[in-house]
């Protein structure tokens, strides 16, 4: 998919990058046809910044009124969760029931489409929920909120353009081929708008953060290859879920 860079278009990108990742009550954007959704990934992280910077407003008001770290983390992962819908938890629990629930790619991908959850996705939710909470707070009692939380949500989302890129689809239908793959101009746009912008808001540490986030980003796209030889919505979420975690925990053992 072509990169626009005419002021108009890289606008409409943003509307349709917070539409399809958000649940923001924001005009609705009419699409010529499912393909403007890979156009539109370069500025998957734009979407991460907005959720993100909610949640750490409300973090620090919660850190402001006295309540303890934990449960400021618990209102800044509740804000993420109903900003995005949940879309990234419920792509990590298709992905945990599907791929270790199926015997081949085939029945991976069914149970992948089936909207009941097995053991897999509720074990796979708790522990990424789990760990996101602990390691919130763990970076809350740190001291910054807005940098790490920022950072975790631009490396994450690019994370998810970069696999998004490198693996063809897995399904001959549904969102995600239907909406293509970006090309290289929009996945380097991702990329190197999610590495400035936390460079610049965590100095240093940005380096472990991005490098985090490509070691997960790595992980999740060869286990993706291996169970179904590519990639779904389902295993996009996922990526963003995996990563953003291995960001956390980086960031929250070096602060």
Request: net charge negative.
């Amino acid at each position: 998919m072509a990169f626009r860079l005419d002021r108009w278009h890289l606008l409409r990108d943003v509307r349709v990058a917070l539409m399809l990742l958000t649940r923001l009550p924001l005009p609705p954007v009419e699409m010529e046809d499912q393909s403007e959704a890979a156009e539109a990934a370069w500025s998957f992280p734009l979407a991460g910044v907005a959720l993100a910077a909610i949640a750490g407003l409300i973090a620090n008001a919660a850190l402001a009124l006295d309540l303890p770290a934990g449960l400021a983390a618990g209102l800044a992962l509740a804000t993420l969760i109903i900003g995005s819908g949940a879309m990234h938890e419920d792509g990590l629990a298709d992905c945990a029931d599907g791929f270790w629930g199926g015997w081949d790619k085939a029945r991976r991908l069914e149970i992948m489409r089936d909207s009941r959850i097995g053991a897999y996705g509720v074990l796979a939710l708790i522990l990424i929920i789990g760990l996101r909470w602990g390691a919130y707070a763990a970076i809350f009692i740190a001291g910054p909120v807005f940098g790490p939380l920022i950072a975790a949500a631009l490396l994450s989302r690019a994370a998810m353009v970069t696999v998004m890129n490198a693996l063809p689809n897995a399904r001959a239908d549904g969102l995600s081929h239907g909406s293509g793959r970006p090309g290289a101009a929009n996945t380097w746009s991702a990329i190197g708008l999610a590495v400035v912008i936390s460079i610049l808001l965590l100095g240093w540490l940005s380096a472990l953060a991005i490098a985090a986030a490509l070691f997960a980003g790595l992980t999740c796209a060869q286990i993706a290859r291996a169970k179904i030889d590519g990639q779904t919505g389902d295993v996009l979420g996922a990526t963003q879920q995996i990563t953003e975690v291995a960001i956390l925990l980086v960031l929250a053992a070096s602060l």
